[in-house]
């Protein structure tokens, strides 16, 4: 499958107001998950966890 290739591969972008990097996972069983981690200084993510 074509989203095998990315799995556990950082991928720049996903936030419009920090340099966010994704990483996608999967369990194997054909559930994956993109996770998208933010800057510190991201203001999206500081009103988000307020």
Known sequence: ????????????????????????TTDGAGIYVLTVSHDHSCPYLAGVTR
């Open 1 to 24: 499958m074509m989203l095998d290739e990315l799995v556990n591969r950082h991928l720049g972008g996903g936030c419009d107001d920090c340099g966010a990097c994704q990483t996608l």
